[in-house]
């Protein structure tokens, strides 16, 4: 009883603000998700990571093992669904890159912070950096036969994530002012990110989501047998393994869709992923959770 309890607290907020913008696009305000996306990937989600990492009192080595640990899952998660593409005749451009990456930011951060506090917090954002720069290489290499090494030098929260690993490795701090700032605009990103999600799946429009049922339940089973072998393999620590095994098994993220629509995929089918595996999380995520915690 206890457990399913500390289980609901931590993912009840998470999947309460993602119904507040289902809600609010549902009853016809407005909301422009580009611009809060762009917001909170260019400002809000770097700020948070950078100071989530000077502020860790995570050993440099901790991380390091995590980051490989988080590049195994993620290669691993990559073989289970080259074979799950070719069972099924999938077709690669559309179907790979959304199994292969979760929603690491909008539902992986939140739910670390509430189920492993700050310590938590600080592994889940080496896990979506690991994330992000193999979706804006690899992913963008699937999707589009062009991804770009430019392109991820540019990405501001990969300069956060370096940036923040340099000064908990020098354990330099920034002055209090500037702190208390970078933190503000950091807090407005898991809100907005959980939002926004709603938001977007409120908006998604899927048919024959047979498939996607299929799909998402197996993409879950690979996730999490690939994130449990490499935190066995790099024998991290039981919070570490449990933030990476939580980041991984994530549902599709909407970026999926985004960049499906934009490089000329069948954006459709990915919809249909989108939603039915973010609806599968409902119980998954928390199941997960109580085998982790």
């Known amino acids: 009883m ?4 500390t289980v609901l607290n931590i993912t009840a907020p998470v999947f309460l603000l993602a119904a507040v913008g289902f809600a609010w696009v549902k009853m016809g305000f407005e909301y422009r998700v580009e611009f809060v996306t762009r917001l909170a990937m260019t400002l809000s989600v770097p700020c948070l990571i950078f100071v989530a990492l000077m502020r860790t009192e995570i050993e ?27 069972v099924f005749r999938l077709n690669v451009q559309t179907f790979l890159a959304p199994l292969m990456f979760g929603n690491t930011g909008n539902l992986g951060l939140p739910l670390a912070l509430f189920a492993f506090g700050d310590v938590g917090l600080g592994y889940a954002v080496v896990v979506f950096a690991v994330m992000a ?18 392109r991820v030098v540019k990405e501001p929260l990969v300069a956060a994530t370096l940036l923040g690993a340099l000064f908990l490795w020098q354990g330099w701090e920034t002055p209090s ?3 208390n700032a ?74 999926s869709y985004l960049l499906a629509e934009k490089y000329g995929a069948d954006a ?16 998954t995520l928390p199941l997960i959770l109580a085998f982790v915690i």
């Open 60 to 86: 440099p080595a901790a991380l390091a093992a995590l980051s490989l640990a988080s590049l195994a899952a993620y290669g691993l998660v990559t073989v289970g669904s080259l074979i799950l593409v070719a």
């Open 268 to 283: 459709q089918p990915v919809a249909g992923l989108v939603v039915v595996s973010t609806l599968l999380s409902v119980i």
């Open 182 to 255: 970078l933190d503000l605009i950091g807090q407005m990103a898991i809100p907005i990110m959980l939002i926004t999600l709603g938001v977007a799946v409120a908006r998604l429009e899927t048919k024959a989501l047979g498939l996607a049922v299929v799909l998402s339940i197996i993409k879950v089973i690979i996730c999490v047998a690939a994130a449990y072998a490499a935190a066995l393999w790099f024998a991290l620590d039981p919070v570490a393994a449990g933030v990476l095994i939580v980041q991984v098994a994530t549902p599709v993220a909407v970026t």
């Open 177 to 179: 002012f500037l702190t």
């Open 2 to 5: 206890n457990l399913a309890l």
């Open 133 to 150: 720069i193999l979706s804006f290489t690899l992913g963008i290499w699937i999707v589009s036969g062009g991804g770009s090494v430019l």
